[in-house]
């Protein structure tokens, strides 16, 4: 199995940091990654697709990059509603599988 | 508007079976895959199973795989996952999700998910 491995596994940050997660795979998987965005108590929400494209309705702060083994998920100008937990996902191969999280709090 | 509503949860002895449920609406259902993703209380997501659009491919996570069953039933337009022999690690919300591409494989991403339900395996 492909392991994913997230950094910093928590995040303290102020209204309008720029805020970084980093998403390791423990082999090359292309640009095969997303970036889901989960609140508490709330189901997973679907962010960043194919490493860097947007999804329709996300806004523009929120940005992908990477390709192969490392992938980085930015927040331009850290929001109040973007306290969540972040999840990245690998789908090179099955199984499908996930980073362990990066929860964010604002500082 | 696509919704997804999830049922079937709740509290199970070991070994036992449960069938959750997902009724899906607002989108052509026998034209995307659906998928059962479970997050453990506290942890992180983890992918259970994928099912094709029409039902004849379908994927399992080894933990899963003998144990659970994924099937659709797309004149009710309702996804399943039977879980049989159900173990304490198999306590979690579990989600059903779908697909954003026609006739995909499945297990690329989701971009609609339900809003769980929890499953409890304890005696």
């Known amino acids: 199995d492909i392991q994913m491995t997230q950094s910093p596994s928590s995040l303290s940050a102020s209204v309008g940091d720029r805020v970084t997660i980093t998403c390791q795979a423990s082999q090359d998987i292309s640009n095969y990654l997303n970036w889901y965005q989960q609140k508490p108590g709330e189901a997973p929400k679907l962010l960043i697709y194919d490493a860097s494209n947007l999804e329709t309705g996300v806004p523009s702060r929120f940005s992908g990059s990477g390709s192969g083994t490392d992938f980085t998920f930015t927040i331009s100008g850290l929001q109040p509603e973007d306290i969540a937990t972040y999840h990245c996902?690998?789908?090179?191969?099955?199984?499908?599988?996930f980073g362990q999280g990066t929860k964010l709090e604002i500082k | 508007e696509v919704q997804l509503l999830e049922s079937g949860g709740g509290l199970v002895q070991p070994g036992g079976s449960l069938r959750l449920s997902c009724a899906a609406s607002?989108?052509?259902?026998?034209?995307?895959?659906m998928t059962w993703v479970r997050q453990a209380p506290g942890k992180g997501l983890e992918w259970v199973s994928s099912i094709s659009g029409r039902g004849g491919s379908a994927y399992y996570a080894d933990s899963v795989k003998g144990r659970f069953t994924i099937s659709r039933d797309n004149s009710k337009n309702t996804l399943y996952l039977q879980m049989n022999g159900l173990r304490a690690e198999d306590t979690a919300v579990y989600y059903c999700a779908k697909d954003p591409v026609q006739f995909s494989d499945g297990y690329n991403r989701w971009d609609y998910w339900g809003q769980g339900t929890l499953v409890t395996v304890s005696s």
């Open positions: 996902q690998q789908y090179d191969n099955l199984p499908v599988t």
């Open positions: 607002g989108f052509t259902f026998s034209s995307y895959a």
